[in-house]
C-alpha cells in the first residue's frame, strides 16, 4: 500500500520527501489541536477524582 502511495506522488525523489513530511507535520498538527483534545473533553468526566481525609 505504501509503494503505491509512493508511487503516485509526483516529482523527484527529493520532492516526495518533501511531500511526505509536510503530510505528516499536517496529520500531527490535526492530531495534536483538534482531535486529541475533542477526545479529551469526551473522557474529562471520567477522570475526575476527589480524594476525602
Same mark, same amino acid.
Given at each position: 500500500? %505504501?509503494?503505491?502511495?509512493?508511487?503516485?506522488?509526483?516529482?523527484p525523489?527529493?520532492?516526495?520527501?518533501?511531500?511526505?513530511?509536510?503530510?505528516?507535520?499536517?496529520?500531527? %498538527?490535526?492530531?495534536?489541536?483538534?482531535?486529541?483534545?475533542?477526545?479529551?473533553?469526551?473522557?474529562?468526566? /471520567? #477522570?475526575?477524582? /476527589?480524594?476525602? #481525609?
Amino acid at each position: 500500500m %505504501y509503494a503505491a502511495l509512493w508511487r503516485i506522488l509526483p516529482g523527484p525523489l527529493w520532492v516526495r520527501i518533501l511531500i511526505v513530511v509536510v503530510l505528516v507535520v499536517a496529520v500531527l %498538527y490535526a492530531l495534536a489541536f483538534w482531535v486529541f483534545p475533542w477526545i479529551d473533553d469526551l473522557t474529562a468526566p /471520567t #477522570q475526575d477524582v /476527589t480524594v476525602d #481525609q
